[in-house]
């Protein structure tokens, strides 16, 4: 059974940091890509990064040069580091797990591509 749990959300101030964690189990951590996922209240469920199981990224404009996506096959660990946050980066954030036919994380980080979604972990940015 997979399961995904996701940490590190809370409140910071516009300009601050904050480092996601997503352990993960049920499934072969190394091989399968995944994703960050945001909700933002009153709007759709956006990708932000993605990594392939060969540690490959893939970022969505809004996010790049600030955000980094990284995992410890070790500790079957997806992280996400975010700095210089915005209020724009507020919602609630789930990591993801892509489907068995999907290797690579596309462009555009498609909500379509992920079979498994944890509980999600709230972000707050106060301007």
């Known amino acids: 059974q997979v399961q995904l749990v996701e940490s590190g959300g809370g409140s910071v101030q516009a300009g601050g940091s904050l480092k996601l964690s997503c352990v993960a189990s049920?499934?072969?951590?190394?091989?399968?890509?995944m994703a960050w996922f945001r909700q933002a209240p009153g709007k759709e469920r956006e990708g932000v990064a993605g990594?392939?199981?060969?540690?490959?990224?893939t970022y969505v404009d809004g996010v790049k040069g600030r955000f980094t996506i990284s995992k410890d096959n070790a500790k079957n660990t997806l992280y996400l580091a975010m700095n210089n946050l915005t209020s724009e980066d507020s919602g609630m954030y789930y990591c993801?797990?892509?489907?068995?036919?999907?290797?690579?994380?596309?462009?555009?980080?498609?909500?379509?591509?992920?079979?498994?979604w944890g509980q999600g972990t709230r972000v707050t940015v106060s301007s």
């Open positions: 993801a797990v892509c489907r068995e036919s999907v290797v690579t994380v596309m462009a555009g980080i498609r909500s379509a591509d992920f079979a498994y």
């Open positions: 049920g499934f072969t951590f190394r091989v399968f890509c």
């Open positions: 990594i392939d199981g060969d540690e490959t990224p």
